[in-house]
Nanobody, 122 residues
Framework: QVQLVESGGGLVQAGGSLRLSCAGS????????MGWFRQAPGKEREIVAAISWSAGNTYYADSVKGRFTISRGNANTVILQMNSLQPGDTAVYYC????????????????WGQGTQVTVTS
């Protein structure tokens, strides 16, 4: 059974940092792009960042550029370092895996995690 499991969410004050991790199992993700999406209450799910299997291609939503960094820990893990967090970053964050960064950018993911809550207080 293929699974993506997120960890690292929590409660933080504005200006603080959190580090999200996602571990895949059940298959190798060596050839897959991986990424992070988020969904705030009452809003649609949106892509936050994505990274190619080689880590040579990355994408960031404009709202997080300069504050978030995505990286591959190994073939089956993806990490999202979130700095300078703002209340607007409050959402459930989902890990995803797909064929290409470009596919993830349009929401076309092969696998989804169950999500981890990130809450930023002012």
């Amino acid at each position: 059974q293929v699974q993506l499991v997120e960890s690292g969410g929590g409660l933080v004050q504005a200006g603080g940092s959190l580090r999200l991790s996602c571990a895949g199992s059940g298959r190798t993700f060596r050839s897959r792009a991986m990424g992070w999406f988020r969904q705030a209450p009452g809003k649609e799910r949106e892509i936050v960042a994505a990274i190619s299997w080689s880590a040579g291609n990355t994408y960031y939503a404009d709202s997080v550029k300069g504050r978030f960094t995505i990286s591959r820990g190994n073939a089956n893990t993806v990490i999202l370092q979130m700095n300078s967090l703002q209340p607007g970053d409050t959402a459930v964050y989902y890990c995803a895996a797909g064929a290409l960064v470009e596919e993830l950018r349009i929401g076309r993911s092969e696998y989804w995690g169950q999500g981890t809550q990130v809450t930023v207080t002012s």
